[in-house]
């Protein structure tokens, strides 16, 4: 059985689900709290992080963009990345852009604070970076904007895993209520696009007891 | 031509750098201080981060890993990656751990407070983040020395893309002579090895004026 350590508010691991999704691979989910550092888990993977993918031959794959090549690489029927090589880098680009620039800039400061903080008990939130995390979301909605009035999807003519990034993270955020989508509807047609594809809605019934969605999270006319 | 826009002490460049080298291509080195967002430079790379490569066909690639799986897939002459879907998915996580992990547990800490703060007169250096920068890098020579205790190179029998991450990071901070490899004689052994090769020559030159590297750092018998 394939089987994905994962956590589930994790742009991370959302990513790798959503990719395994699109392939129409079949997984089974566990849920691990990473920042516990469990000696099961820290075999698996040193770096003590989710997403580890165990794939059913055995390998033990780790850190989200090298479990998503393998995948395009060794899954090759439903294709997420274009076979251009510099179309390809584009995607990658705009893959890496989200991962850590959306990441560092916007997820950090708003789902780390507000959510994880509370879930590790690991201290009060920092009003300075959520405010920084409300700031810098309309700089990155912008960018989507920009790219989708000029491309079917953020790398080009095909939905690729550029698009499954850029959601990834979208998505954790929208769990908090703090995307503005009235201020960006070109955005928001975008990802209400991708929300509407049957591979997202496992992400949406995720729900955390005390700490439940805001209801246009898995509205898919939000 | 082809053209590198770089920075010099930045290991994501010192990656592309020490990937087209191995290879064999010939490009011409454009310095950019990415900080300063220069008009021309956000053309080419929204998000204002070296390296940029121009490749000849006049394909511009931001973000080192996509610029070097693009080298990967277009110059296909001199290997980087193993073949195996699995073992690339090994060199590819331990890619993303010098990459993420140890530039921001220990090149952060260290070349951006102590170098890049001053280049780019940015403030005083935080000492708690020095500090910080010197007690994680023994970790991370531990994991080479455990890596190559059990394998010719760090993902496996071949040198990879995985020795040039790692290489780069620590090049970097070696600059500053913050690498304690006396207290690590295994990973000196693999370091030494990499830094023999004349692929790594060009970057054993480098020099800051009113900086310059101590003596061990060009030295191949430090």
Known sequence: MRILYHFWI?????????????????????????????????????????????????AVL????????????????????????????EARRLIAWFDRKFQTEVTDNLVEEKLMKRLM?????????????????????????????????????????????????LSAVDYLGDVPWEQHPTAKIWYSRIKSRPTFRPLLADNLPGMPAPKHYADLDF
């Open 62 to 89: 780790a850190d989200s963009q090298a479990i998503v090549e393998y995948l395009e690489e060794t899954y090759e029927d439903v294709p997420l990345l274009p076979k251009d090589p510099s179309l390809k880098a």
């Open 10 to 58: 994790s742009p991370a691991c959302r990513k790798v689900r959503l990719a395994l999704n699109e392939k129409g691979l079949k997984y089974e989910l566990v849920v691990e709290k990473d920042w516990e550092r469990r000696d099961g888990f820290l075999a698996l993977n040193p770096a003590s992080e989710v997403p580890v993918l165990e794939d059913e031959n055995g």
């Open 121 to 169: 008990r690991a201290g009060t939130p920092n009003t300075a970076a959520i405010r920084a995390g409300h700031h810098n979301i309309h700089y990155h909605l912008d960018y989507i904007s920009y790219l989708t009035e000029r491309r079917s999807w953020l790398a080009g003519d095909e939905f690729s895993l550029a698009d499954i990034a850029a959601a990834a993270q």
